[in-house]
């Protein structure tokens, strides 16, 4: 079985979501640690919010409950980012299976973009 996930996100939705909401935004969707790193760094934070869609599409169908601070996407030490799933998505990742989600996150002037790919075993 495969598992995969994209999505991409404009920019400045993001944007708009800070401008409108405020920090109440950050703290309802971004985890303690990712808002520490990258709450100055709206790129990063788009990403990590596509980042967090695609992770929700690659788990599948079960993923009704899931909280955005359930699934954190930081940078290891390698420069890579990573997933960690916490919570219900963690709990869903252990009932299909998955034993690591790889991602790639990416943007530009406009757009950031995330793609998720999950292994078994």
């Known amino acids: 079985m495969h598992y995969i996930g994209v999505d991409i996100i404009e920019i400045p939705r993001i944007r708009q979501a800070i401008s409108r ?3 109440g935004f950050l703290h309802r969707v971004y985890t303690d640690l990712e808002f520490r790193l990258y709450r100055r760094k709206l790129p990063s934070l788009a990403a990590r919010f596509a980042g967090k869609e695609a992770v929700i599409k690659a788990l599948g169908k079960e993923t009704k409950g899931i909280g955005w601070r359930e ?3 930081v940078t290891d030490p390698d420069g890579r980012p990573a997933v960690y799933l916490h919570g219900r998505a963690r709990s869903q990742a252990a ?3 998955l034993s690591r989600l790889n991602i790639s996150l990416s943007h530009c002037r406009e757009y950031a973009i995330a793609f998720v790919t999950a292994e078994t075993g």
């Open 21 to 23: 909401w405020g920090e």
């Open 95 to 97: 009932n299909l299976g």
């Open 71 to 73: 699934i954190e996407i």
